[in-house]
């Protein structure tokens, strides 16, 4: 991303320097718009966990509340259910690590055999496993979920971090990381000096395909973390549910009011925030790799 | 690569042998693979084959499940649903995205990585959050707009009224993933030389005729892969309608999307053989349309 080709010049080199301006301004105030929008249902959401729940009804959606409420919001949140919340907190922080760092390795180790050897049923494994980006993921879920109560893994974790430690993108963009940034001969050169073929993998293959597996992993550990269809049919207990299932269910009681359901509405919300928070760290302090991985995918 | 089985030291075999490795790679995955992919799939046709009867427990039906799925008007109401929703919601979606990274690749706007990072912000999300606070948006009784509506005594915008409904839907998908599908666009971009540019301005292109006769040909593959993934994931729409439903029960029955449809069959109906049957269409479906999609706009690439 450093190297950028601004044809900013381009047309605006024939124009007068007010004109250009004019157009920067207005190209501006267009993209501001857009952020505007991106922003509005954040901005509301962070407005709205700091309000009280009569607030919430109360005051105006987009201003501040009578009061500053979000310390008290967040320990009813953290006290609800005898403190579920940080039980799913917990299970979504293991679930979409598990499931990421296993995607990375596993990806990684399947991309190098598909690269660096030529074996029987190369090819065909490989347009299969690529055929499966097609599969839709969701037409899974059902006959997942029957399977796993056939084998005894119903409303067991490992029914959603098995499944979400697949990752045939992460195969293919591996195979391509790993045909372009490794050398045949520094292979070959390891093995006349007689070092194994796991070694090999081990200390050489992970060493240089260390910022594709990271790629790898932050996308198959968002989108673990975001996963709300599997856990939902998989997970029956609430203690073994990640965040979006949990939240979800408070969701529903709130909506259908009774039961307490109204004083619901401000620990649904300060939920909310808070489970967005650790993705958004994520995203931001890993941005490069983020792109790194869409780029491959869009290009290829 | 060929020579150098020649040049290696003989090994005994195990762990360390070169035509035994690539096995053992590719083994973890193949065997996830084959579980939780190939597996339920192949599960899931043999399901579709039986039917669930209250009174004589499972039976064989051979093709039936597809016929009754072929004739069922909740399941291609549902599928219609989405072919509604995805020609009104994908072109616009994606048209943002392309204007938005053809704008930021141009340079000529202030504040760049702010609108990169700020677009991009959404997909972090989670559909399921994003589906909760758009519903709290959207809310009749304590949402904002229906707020400012009544601040200015007009009526309450109908968000969540049947006609209304499938484009507050659509809108939620389109915050989502707007950034998503520009990023992409923009790295697309970023790799087009850019003695393209240079060239195209010596000849005497304007902006505009560059972006439509050089930087769009050559996002055609990115483009094309947007298209797929969207009318991927727009006919298997679950999460929104499915929280939104709390909001409007009326609204979006239990038949709204194909995948709710699947879901309420097998959770609440315990008919697990139609189910499946219904999932398998809709994967059908959806590899059918893809592919057809991509045939189309080859045909009329060649053609050119």
Redesign the interface.
Known sequence: ?T??????P????RRRPGE?RR???F??L??AL??V??????V??VL?ATKSNGD??TT???GFGTEFNLWQNLSDLFSRDNGIFSRWMLNSVLYSTVAGLGAA???T??G???AK?K?RG?DL?FGL?LG?V???????V??????LALSGLSDNPLGVI??S??S?IG?YLMRVYIEQGVD?ELL?AA??D?A????I?RAIVLRLVAPGMVTVALLSF?GT??N??LPL?VLRSQEYQPI?VG??TW??LA??GGGGGQVLFSI??TG?LI??IP??VV??LL?RF??GG??A???K | MSNSSATRPARAGGFTSRKLAPYLFLAPFLLLFIAFIVAPLVYAFYMSLFRDTLVGGRQFAGAANYVKVAGDAKFWGGVWNLVLFGVVQVPIMLGLALLFAIVLDRGQVYAKGLFRLGFFLPYAVPSVIAAIIWGYLYGPTFGPFTQMAKALNLPPPAFLSPGAMIFSLANIVTWEYVGYNMVIYYAALKAIPSDLAEASRIDGASAWQFARLIQLPLLWPAILLTIIFSINGTLQLFNEPFLMRFLARDVINSSYTPNLYAYSLATQNQQYGYAAAVSFVLGIVIAGSSYIFTLITNRRRSER
């Open positions: 991303m190297a950028t080709t601004d044809i900013a381009f047309k605006a080199a250009r157009s920067r301004i190209l501006t267009l993209l857009f952020l929008y991106s922003f509005v249902p954040l509301y959401l709205s919430l009804f105006f959606g987009f390795i596993f990806a180790a399947a190098y055999a598909f050897f074996f190369r494994t496993v499966a097609f599969v839709p993921q969701t037409a899974l059902v006959p997942i979920f029957l399977l098995l499944p430690m697949i045939p195969v045949d070959d093995r006349v007689g194994g073929e796991f070694l993998f968002v973390w975001n709300y269809f049919i979006t939240l979800s969701y529903q909506q259908q649904v919300i909310a489970s967005i993705v958004i995203f931001l941005q983020w792109q869409l780029t995918g869009a290009l």
